[in-house]
C-alpha cells in the first residue's frame, strides 16, 4: 500500500524568501502529482512528474522528481502573497491517487 | 467551455436522510472519482469508475453508493448509514482508465444538521 507524506504541513514565510516542501512516498510509484487547494476551492493541477529526474517549472514554483529516494520537492523561490494555498503531494497506487494530508503555506507581507 | 460541473454547491441534510450529488464532465474522459474531504486533511476515496456500467470501491466506501450509467454522469449517494458524512465532495475525471492526471470539480460542501 502506498503512503505519502508531507512536510512540513504548516509553513509561514515571508514574502521574497524561498522554501521547499517535501513529499515522501513508500512504495514504488510511477508519477507524481502536485496540486494547489485554494480556501473553499477544489485543487487546481500544478504538475505532473513522469520520471525519475525530472523537474518542472511554472513561474515561482518548481518541482522534481526521485524515485529512487521516493522523494519529490517543491521548492518557491522568492515566495508572494498570491502563493498562499494548500499544497498537495499524490501518488499512484494501481489506477488510484494517494494523497499526502497537504501543506498549509502562508506568506506574509 | 469543457469542465467538471458538481451541484449542489451547499447541501444540508437531516441526519437520517439519503442525500445525492451531481457530477458531470464534458471532457469525454473515462473515469471518474469521488473523494471526502476533512477539514485540514487531504483527500480519500471513495468510488471510483474507468468506464460505464462499471465502478470499485475506494478507501472509504462504507455508506455510499454510485452509479455509471452514462459516460458523462457520476453521481453520489450518502445514505443513512454514512455515520459522519459532514464534509467537502470533490469529484474528479481523467482521461482513460491508466491512471493520468486528474481534474477536479469545483465540489459539494455536505452538512448534517
Known amino acids: 500500500e502506498l503512503k505519502v507524506e508531507q512536510n512540513p504541513l504548516f509553513l509561514s514565510m515571508q514574502e521574497g524568501k524561498n522554501y521547499t516542501i517535501y513529499c515522501n512516498y513508500s512504495t514504488t510509484s510511477d508519477r507524481l502529482y502536485w496540486y494547489r487547494q485554494d480556501p473553499g476551492k477544489s485543487l487546481e493541477s500544478l504538475f505532473v512528474l513522469l520520471s525519475n529526474g525530472a523537474v518542472k517549472q511554472e513561474g515561482r514554483l518548481m518541482a522534481s522528481l526521485d524515485t529512487k529516494a521516493r522523494l519529490s520537492t517543491l521548492h518557491i523561490t522568492a515566495a508572494v502573497h498570491d502563493l498562499s494555498a494548500t499544497y498537495f503531494c499524490?501518488?499512484?497506487?494501481?489506477?488510484?491517487?494517494?494523497f499526502g494530508a497537504g501543506t498549509i503555506l502562508r506568506v506574509k507581507s | 467551455d469543457g469542465g467538471i460541473t458538481q451541484s449542489p454547491k451547499y447541501l444540508f441534510r437531516k441526519e437520517g436522510q439519503n442525500v445525492t450529488l451531481s457530477c458531470e464532465q464534458n471532457l469525454n474522459h473515462d473515469a471518474m472519482y469521488w473523494y471526502r474531504q476533512d477539514p485540514g486533511q487531504g483527500l480519500r476515496l471513495i468510488y471510483y469508475?474507468?468506464?460505464?456500467?462499471?465502478?470499485q470501491k475506494g478507501d472509504i466506501a462504507e455508506g455510499y453508493s454510485v452509479s455509471r450509467e452514462k459516460k458523462e454522469s457520476f453521481p453520489l449517494t450518502v445514505t443513512s448509514a454514512q455515520k459522519n458524512p459532514t464534509a467537502f465532495y470533490l469529484c474528479?475525471?481523467?482521461?482513460?482508465?491508466?491512471?493520468?492526471?486528474?481534474?477536479f470539480g469545483p465540489g459539494t460542501r455536505l452538512t448534517v444538521l
Open positions: 474528479a475525471s481523467s482521461i482513460d482508465r491508466e491512471v493520468d492526471e486528474q481534474f
Open positions: 469508475s474507468q468506464i460505464v456500467n462499471d465502478f
Open positions: 499524490a501518488g499512484e497506487y494501481g489506477n488510484k491517487l494517494v
